[in-house]
């Protein structure tokens, strides 16, 4: 059974759904990240499972139970979850040690047990020290520990975080992002992550479901998201890609203006057609190559510009045919209007609706 | 930490419904006293002047009260008065405004604590003082005119037309002065630096560029002061009815006198109601414009404007405003409470002790003001805050239904004048079923209606700074909402909560006019003593007595000040 269930969820504002017909089950221990653009719904998604927001239809439950649903909502004090929030919401009346003890006194944690397991978890989010500091003491990271660990020490049946990381500096945040991983096989606690960065959402979840415009365009594996997106939002929100027309014949792939085919690398698709085919910048390559990849055809440089870490050429079929984005490494020099072979590796490249 | 993995239940198995919730009955019974504090007198006083006094539909009372010219020259010598108030408090307010907001005029900061001072001022003391200093013939200002000059009288008469303005602008200039420089202090110096960039010379970028920039904020106030002078009765109590100037509110005490005549009073206030309803609209109208960019958000950087010589001149305006409003009519009333009598001027022979120890101890109608004040203020003030922070909570947080409606009606009082609400209380709960009359309740009742919309605005400010996910994050943990308020939002803000219990105890302090016809024999206030000792003519106890207040008051923003920071009185809201 699924520990935390979405059936058909729903939310609107007026005429506007916000969040539409979204579905999702997660596994106990499961740690699954709702990524998307703002406005997607995501942080009402979230809200809406913490029973800040009632629902316009569909249903949530808890461990079959259901607690949001038509007419009746069990409203947050009632849920036994516990969130992060994009503040972080760490009290600034209490010290360290206070806020982490608050959910326990609102349990009715004996004095002594409460004691320990504030101590416990500071000592696992590295803040023992500070255990009598006041908030305002704290920096950005510290504070984001504290709203940890007030989270965790209830031991909550769903832990949600609602773009945890996204006041931390570039540093800080992936540094958090591994200890949040780390916290979460630690203590396997069911969570629900809300992020619009995918690198965040690539380091830390077991699925990542997609959402745009309220809608869940796919749920997956960070692998299968990247490397097999089933939709064209996906394939162009996560990571960079190549969307081109192609058609699909005897479970073949054929690009226009290029004489070599793709397998279809299991992929599901009609007999004949022509489809959308989103292939990775990185999965195309200039000149001769092994490693799997197919020879394409000949293709010639329009532009190109040099990023350190790799060229990123444009280049277009000699035939005709759709341009195309190249990632090459950057000893692999080739000037505009310069003539090179093309190969293409399978992995990177998907049918996407 | 092997144990910590297995995960507790911690969800109850109860799940309550909505009806459990306390928060859903505190806020219910908030809904209900704020329709009757505010809906029923409101709808009291215009039910009543459409109606005679046996209850049947009539205009008579309208009729009857405004068909009569003196009536309605009452009217219009209100409607004059405020207008000159209006125009003596711009020119006190505004060029002490722009010295201490933008020159670098010294003590500026004294400057400010003494139109702090001026606002704390209860204006019927004011008024008393001014009797004493300007009055005809035995005015010490007079006296000391004729004894300078050799002269038979002096030129001063404070039972005019024009010292009526005069007195009441002193004391509610302070508005034009908080309005213009909180706006002014938004005016970033890079605007003023733009003029002169372009050739501006100081004046002209003062009057082309600054001023355009604030009149909004000067208007707004000017609005709200008008409305004030129409709707005040202390001074106009204890100056205009010697004068034998009629005005709207020294008509509308008349119609409290035998005979009773509550619905012809009703029906006069109507006019006056309707004005203030408009003008307070257009005042909202005017300040939510959002043109002036400049007079939103952070400011930039900022230089005191160095105006040379000028600003010795504006020190010695200050200083004369702050002379004419503080300085001399608190002297004025330490040696009228420490004389013999008053009218014998100021030596050793007519030095005594006697007048405290008189209110303290023998004319026990003062000693019971005093209590009876300082006691109503502060209940008034506590009701007023945990009722401004449950409206401001409820409305903000979206708990209750109807949250506009909610907030609508608590801060409707604002539009309706002292005297006018008092009309509609006293019609409401003088009589049966309530019979309040003459109750210390009917008094703590009429000020918490009346100044219930201060604490609300004081409050909502406060609610509005917390992110509503300091809350939330209670909830998720298992708080419910009033643990949430007990343990997170009023510790928050605790500050805002003391300054705005100060507030309106200070304003408590002061008010007469809702007081004048809801207080009985053991419930007088010390404004309504006031007005009865003056017409005795005992300045002496009454100045004794009005000293005592300031002392107390004085004490009370003190620790204010302590608490909540400087500026906690003086702030735009």
């Known amino acids: 059974m699924s520990k935390l269930e979405l059936n058909n969820v729903r939310k609107q504002y007026g005429a506007l759904a916000v969040v539409d017909d979204l579905s999702l089950q997660l596994r106990k221990g499961e740690l699954v990240t709702l990524l998307g653009p703002s406005g997607c719904g995501k942080t009402t998604t979230l809200r809406m499972i913490a029973g800040f927001i009632e629902l316009s239809g569909g249903s949530i439950a808890v461990d079959g139970r259901q607690i949001s649903g038509a007419g009746r909502t069990v409203p947050p004090e009632h849920r036994g979850m516990s969130m992060i929030f994009q503040s972080y919401a760490i009290w600034p009346n209490m010290t360290v040690a206070e806020n982490v003890a608050f959910g326990l006194n609102v349990r009715r944690v004996p004095g002594e047990e409460s004691k320990r397991r504030v101590e416990e978890m500071l000592d696992v989010v590295k803040l023992g020290a500070l255990a009598q500091r006041y908030p305002a003491e704290l920096s950005g990271g510290q504070q984001q520990r504290v709203a940890l660990a007030r989270a965790m020490v209830v031991r909550p049946e769903v832990l949600l975080l609602d773009e945890p990381l996204s006041n931390l500096d570039a540093n800080l945040r992936e540094e958090m992002a591994g200890e949040i991983r780390r916290l979460h096989d630690e203590f396997n606690f069911t969570t629900v992550y809300v992020t619009h960065d995918q690198t965040e959402a690539m380091t830390i979840s077991d699925r990542i479901a997609v959402l745009n415009l309220g809608k869940l365009e796919q749920i997956d594996t960070p692998w299968n998201l990247y490397n097999r997106p089933r939709t064209r939002f996906v394939a162009g929100f996560i990571g960079q890609t190549n969307l081109v027309e192609g058609h699909v014949r005897d479970g073949q792939i054929r690009l226009r203006g290029l004489e070599g085919v793709l397998p279809m690398g299991g992929q599901a698709a009609a007999a004949s057609a022509d489809m959308r085919i989103s292939i990775r910048p990185q999965s195309l390559f200039l000149g001769p190559q092994g490693n799997g990849a197919l020879p394409m055809g000949a293709v010639s440089v329009v532009a190109r510009t040099y990023l350190g870490e790799y060229w990123d050429y444009l280049v277009r079929p000699t035939a005709g045919g759709d341009e195309l984005k190249v990632h090459a490494p950057p000893s692999s020099v080739l000037d505009v209007g310069h003539e090179s072979l093309l190969s293409i590796d399978p992995a990177g490249v998907a049918l996407v609706s | ?573």
């Not at chain 2, 049947?56 to 009857?64: C, E, N, P, V």
């Not at chain 2, 938004?186 to 010379?201: F, W």
């Not at chain 2, 703590?444 to 509503?468: D, E, H, K, M, Y």
Request: overall charge positive; aromatic content about 10%.
């Open chain 2, 1 to 573: 930490m092997s144990e910590a993995v297995t995960i507790a239940p911690p969800m109850r198995a109860r799940i309550p419904n909505r009806m459990g919730d306390p928060a859903v009955w505190l806020f219910g019974t908030l809904i209900l006293l704020l329709i009757l504090l505010v809906a029923n007198p409101i709808l009291r006083l215009i039910w009543d002047s459409f109606h005679t006094a046996d209850g049947t539909l009539s205009f008579s009372s309208y009729a009857a009260a405004l068909g009569r010219s003196r009536n309605l020259q009452a009217l219009l010598n209100s409607f004059y008065l405020g207008v000159a108030v209006t125009a003596i408090a711009i020119a006190l307010g505004v060029p002490l405004a722009l010295a201490v907001s933008r020159t670098n005029m010294p003590a500026r900061g004294f400057t400010h604590v003494s139109v702090l001072a001026a606002f704390v001022m209860p204006n019927f003391l004011g008024a008393i003082a001014w009797i004493l200093l300007a009055g005809p013939n035995a005015g010490w200002l007079n006296r000391l005119w004729s004894e300078v000059l050799g002269t038979d009288r002096g030129p001063f008469n404070i039972f005019s037309f024009w010292g009526l303005a005069f007195v009441i602008a002193l004391y509610t200039y302070p508005l034009i002065y908080v309005f213009t420089k909180s706006a002014l202090d938004l005016v970033s110096t890079e605007l003023e630096d733009a003029a002169s960039i372009h050739g501006a010379g100081k004046l002209r970028t003062l009057t082309r560029v600054t001023l355009p920039l604030v009149l909004p904020s000067i208007v707004g106030a000017a609005i709200l002061i008008f409305l004030e002078s129409v709707a005040l009765y202390g001074t106009p109590a204890l100056i205009a009815i010697p004068a034998g100037l009629n005005l709207a509110t020294t008509q509308i005490v008349s119609f409290f006198e035998y005979p009773l005549k509550v619905e012809q009073a009703a029906a006069f206030s109507m006019p006056i109601l309707a004005l203030t309803v408009v003008m307070l609209y257009l005042q909202r109208r005017l300040l939510a414009r959002k043109g002036f960019v400049s007079v939103s958000g952070k400011g930039g950087e900022r230089r005191p404007f160095d105006v040379g010589a000028w600003k010795w001149v504006l020190l010695g305006y200050s200083a004369l405003v702050s002379l004419l409003t503080v300085v001399m009519p608190l002297i004025i009333l330490v040696l009228a409470s420490l004389s013999k009598a008053w009218g014998r001027g100021f030596s050793a022979g007519n030095l005594t002790f006697a007048n405290f120890y008189n209110i303290f101890f023998e004319q026990l109608t003062v000693r019971s003001a005093l209590v009876n004040t300082v006691t109503y203020s502060a209940v008034t003030a506590l009701v007023c805050v945990a009722m401004g922070m449950c409206v401001a909570y409820a409305t903000q947080r979206r708990i209750t239904p109807f949250p506009t409606l909610i907030q609508f009606l608590a801060l409707a009082p604002v539009a309706v004048p002292g005297l006018i609400l008092a009309i509609g209380l006293y019609a409401a709960y003088a009589g049966p079923p309530f019979s309040l009359y003459g109750t210390g309740a009917l008094v703590v009742v009429a000020f918490t209606t009346r100044f219930l919309p201060i604490a609300v605005t004081a409050c909502g400010a406060g609610v509005r700074s917390l992110n509503p996910e300091l809350e939330e994050a209670v909830r998720i943990l298992g708080g419910g909402r009033l643990t949430a308020l007990g343990k997170v939002v009023v510790p928050l803000l605790n500050k805002t909560l003391v300054g705005a219990f100060i507030l309106v105890f200070v304003i408590c302090t002061k008010e007469l006019s809702t007081a004048v016809f809801l207080t009985g024999p053991a419930s007088r206030v010390v404004s309504v003593l006031t007005l009865d000792l003056s017409e005795q003519g005992n300045y002496e106890s009454l100045a004794a007595m009005g000293v005592v207040l300031v002392v107390i008051v004085t004490l009370v923003v003190g620790i204010g000040m302590r608490i909540a920071g400087r500026d906690f009185m003086l702030r735009r809201s």
